[in-house]
């Protein structure tokens, strides 16, 4: 087991090395000019130079790169073109409210998608399956922005339950966060409802069902524990994808998140805080993985590290 | 009668509290913003948003009159301009204190221009500072200090130009020049710009990242009443949309924004909320740039032609009205522009005749860029089909802002080019800031903004001549030479001059303020100093 985990982090480590590469030869790759975006529309051709030569610009481009490896381990991501703030206390100050975001709309979710899967699959064909499934393929297909809005302007503006966007208190987290509930839980609910059927259809279901446990007790105690293992796995990538930040709803809703942080940095081209956030994704998308691949033998002792 | 006289008393009594609230000052101002404020160093921040926030937590030497683009005295007292214009001599004000609680001295005004001039510092403004005697020396490393910024005593402070130039009050009235207080700048070092320590009406309360802003009146502030509210907060991270709601919730009172586009229309045409709404003035020119030295651009009549072809009232409805056509290079507002100038008439007629007496009865293929970023595809389609409707094909290039404005200060780079989103908005008040960066030779150079790369060295030496002229008795025939030259340049045609956008600000019904500075030409949204609470 120690030989699987250990094999793990060096392939997630690699995995980093190579998106540290990567994200470092494609901001070079965009046509924009740093210095010259730096230096405005006022400057000579030779302030520009100078600037370029401040930011380290003019040096050959693997000394660039080891300067940014070399720093990334020491935990120095550079500084905002545009704020000219550390873009370590830049992420760090936008970090918890991603964070609350992404356990929130997990939550939410669950919270929608658990019970729907399993009604459908235990009203299988029936009216009850169908409209739960055409709820599920609504949440899917309903674009973030448009859902966020429509949820903002009914129970914000019309009927004043909730603030209009912002952060702080657990009221402000109830849109934003049933945002990524509803148009995640289509994706859940479906995984939920087939791996549900296909339990049931299991013969240890037959054997508990002749016995004669109760119906509940047999969804409950007998299925819901295998069934809910894709859920599980689908849990460790979102995480992974939420830490990215949740650019459009963080957007509507005003979350000071990362993902709005990525947003704004992108429009201006702010080249070392884009970085930084590819590099906490990469992060938080191989972490995310990992734990859903090390979780996954203690739910189910059938499945063995190798 | 006992009921008579109680009534008027009561009614004087309200009169008079009425009064006396109007013009009571205090509260809390909310203004939304959809991105972070970047930087408030004065050195560095040049953006529309943090340019007027800076203006309230900074002062220069000088500034301008509120709501105008009148030039007045800051922290200077008083200042002499000598005959030959080359020497500027300020007394400043002996009762300004940092936010800090220490004195400013003239040693803090050299101290913070030779902070822009020094290439570590990154400062975009650098570029404006460059005529001052020894700055260039200085900047390259090849002097301790700049020589032509003497400090005479405490009170007094002395700048040396190498030629004279007539928009030196405007350009220390620029952000950059604004005065910092060197212990503090050099305790916060690069993050001085999130520790702002000034002279302003405000000083930093709180920030913090993605999420508000707030700035609270300076009780030393050395202009007597102001500023007129207690506390300005600025939330971030608020769409358009949503502030909108916010302000109609009575959450926000300005949006920093302005009116999102999707909702312009609908909130013009509501009674209620378009009294919200006031429309002003921009220094602003949008226009298409004509490369002089591409082919067959480089043809004064082809240029003339198209300066025909253009039906402008056509492109200002496609945005709902929210510009004016524009018939030369200089907006209304700035001082040279020439009322009795009309330009270039729209007749397609005549511009295909002059396309055929320039050789090109069957019209040719150019390439248009512009920015990617709505509205300015769609002006750049109005564009290619008037230009069509001649026989010119043109094919457009909608690319990002940074990609546009590389190709254009690349020489061929950009045969035209559409300027909407990127330029042209005066740094100050002053006719030569539309010459010196866009139209002069000198800026035709790589990586410059002229991006026409027209150069006319008889206008560059009319220019030079106009910027001798600082004697105030002068100043009309300066702004009459200005108009000479940009008739000329109008003649030589190197751009398409399209339209000056104007300005809507939208604010709640309770915030008001002297005349004009909802739509003040040079702080953008608002007046943050003047603004009061009703």
């Given at each position: 087991m120690f030989r699987y985990i250990l094999r793990r982090l060096i392939q997630a480590a690699l995995v980093l090395v190579g998106v540290s590469v990567i994200t470092f030869l494609l901001s070079y790759a965009l046509p924009a000019d740093p210095a010259r975006m730096i230096a405005g529309r006022s400057a000579t051709p030779e302030t520009v130079e100078k600037i370029r030569h401040e930011l380290g610009l003019d040096r050959p481009l693997p000394v660039q790169y080891f300067n940014y490896a070399w720093g990334l381990l020491h935990g120095d991501m550079g500084r905002s073109y545009v704020q000219k703030t550390e873009v370590t206390t830049l992420l760090k100050s936008r970090l918890p409210a991603t964070i609350q975001l992404a356990v929130a709309g997990i939550l939410f979710e669950l919270i929608l998608a658990l019970p729907l899967g399993i009604i459908a699959a235990l009203r299988k064909g029936k009216l009850t399956d169908q409209l739960t499934m055409v709820f599920a393929f609504f949440g899917v297909s309903a674009p973030q922005f448009a859902l966020g809005l429509i949820l903002l302007y009914f129970f914000g503006y019309r009927l004043s339950l909730v603030p209009l966007g912002g952060y702080g208190t657990l009221k402000h987290i109830i849109l934003p966060g049933l945002t990524i509930g509803i148009t995640g839980a289509g994706w859940y609910a479906r995984v939920m409802r087939s791996s549900m059927l296909e339990v049931l259809s299991q013969q240890y279901i037959r054997t508990a069902k002749a016995k004669g446990v109760s119906k509940w007790a047999v969804v409950t105690k007998h299925a819901l524990r295998n069934a809910i293992l894709p859920i599980i796995a689908m849990i460790g990538l979102d995480i992974g994808i939420f830490m990215s930040g949740v650019v459009v709803v963080e957007s509507v809703f005003a979350w000071p998140g990362i993902g709005q942080m990525a947003w704004q940095a992108i429009q201006l081209v702010d080249i070392p805080v884009i970085m930084g956030v590819v590099t906490v994704a990469a992060v938080a998308i191989v972490i995310g993985n990992l734990l859903a691949d090390l979780v996954y033998p203690f739910l189910d002792p059938r499945i063995e590290y190798r | 009668m006992k009921r008579v006289v109680a009534t008027v008393v009561l009614a004087v009594a309200l009169i008079m509290s009425l009064a006396l609230s109007a013009a009571a000052s205090g509260g809390n101002v909310v203004v939304s913003f959809k991105s972070d404020v970047s930087t408030l160093d004065p050195a560095i921040g040049y953006d529309w948003q943090n340019w007027s926030i800076i203006k309230s937590i900074f002062n220069g030497l000088m500034d301008y009159v509120p709501g105008t683009t009148k030039l007045r005295t800051k922290l200077a007292k008083s200042y002499e301009i000598s005959p030959d214009g080359l020497t500027y001599t300020f007394h400043l004000r002996d009762d300004v204190v940092f936010h800090n609680g220490r004195k400013v001295v003239a040693s803090d005004v050299k101290y913070s221009l030779e902070r822009v001039l020094n290439p570590e510092t990154q400062s975009p403004g650098l570029g404006f500072y460059l005529g001052i005697k020894g700055a260039k020396a200085f900047s390259e490393g090849e002097a301790e200090e700049v020589s032509g910024i003497k400090v005479i005593d405490d009170h007094t402070i002395q700048f040396v130009l190498n030629e004279p130039n007539a928009a030196f009050l405007h350009i220390l009235a620029l952000n950059f020049s604004f005065v910092v207080p060197k212990e503090e700048v050099e305790k916060y070092g690069k993050d001085f710009g999130h520790h702002p320590v000034g002279t302003g009406a405000f000083r930093l309360k709180e920030w913090v990242l993605g999420q508000r802003l707030v700035l609270e009146r300076n009780p030393d502030y050395f202009i007597p009443n102001r500023p007129q509210v207690d506390q300005i907060t600025f939330l971030i991270g608020i769409e358009p949309t949503v502030a909108l709601l916010k302000l109609q919730r009575g959450e926000v009172d300005i949006l920093g924004d302005g009116i999102p586009p999707a909702r312009f229309v609908q909130v013009m045409k509501d009674p209620k909320l378009s009294k919200l709404v006031e429309q002003g003035e921009q220094i602003q020119t949008g226009y298409v740039t004509l490369n002089t030295r591409v082919k067959p651009l480089d043809n004064k009549k082809v240029r003339q032609a198209l300066n025909m072809a253009i039906n402008k009232e056509r492109i200002c409805l496609m945005i709902n009205n929210r510009a004016v056509p524009a018939n030369q290079v200089l907006p209304p507002l700035m001082p040279g522009y020439d009322t009795e100038f009309s330009g270039y008439p729209y007749d397609p007629e005549k511009a295909k005749a002059l396309l055929a007496e320039a050789g090109y009865s069957n019209g040719f293929s150019t390439v248009l860029y512009c920015s990617n970023v709505d509205p300015n595809p769609r002006i750049a389609q109005a564009i290619q089909q008037d230009l069509a409707a001649i026989g010119v094909n043109v094919e457009i290039k909608a690319l990002a802002p940074s990609t546009v404005i590389q190709a254009g200060g690349t020489e061929g780079g950009a045969p035209m080019l559409w300027s909407g989103g990127m330029a042209w908005i005066a740094d100050y008040p002053d006719p030569n800031n539309f010459y010196w960066p866009i139209l002069a030779s000198a800026s035709a150079t790589s990586g410059g903004w002229n991006w026409a790369w027209y150069s006319n060295p008889e206008l560059d030496a009319l220019a030079a001549k106009a910027d001798t002229m600082v004697a105030p008795e002068e100043q009309e025939e300066r702004l009459e030479l200005w108009k000479k030259i940009y008739r000329q340049v109008m003649e030589d045609a190197p751009w398409i001059p399209i339209f000056h956008e104007k300005r809507f600000t939208m604010h709640s019904e309770r915030l008001t303020g002297p005349e004009g500075i909802f739509v003040d030409?040079?702080?953008?949204?608002?007046?943050y100093e003047e603004v009061q609470i009703r």
């Open positions: - | 030409p040079i702080h953008i949204p608002v007046n």
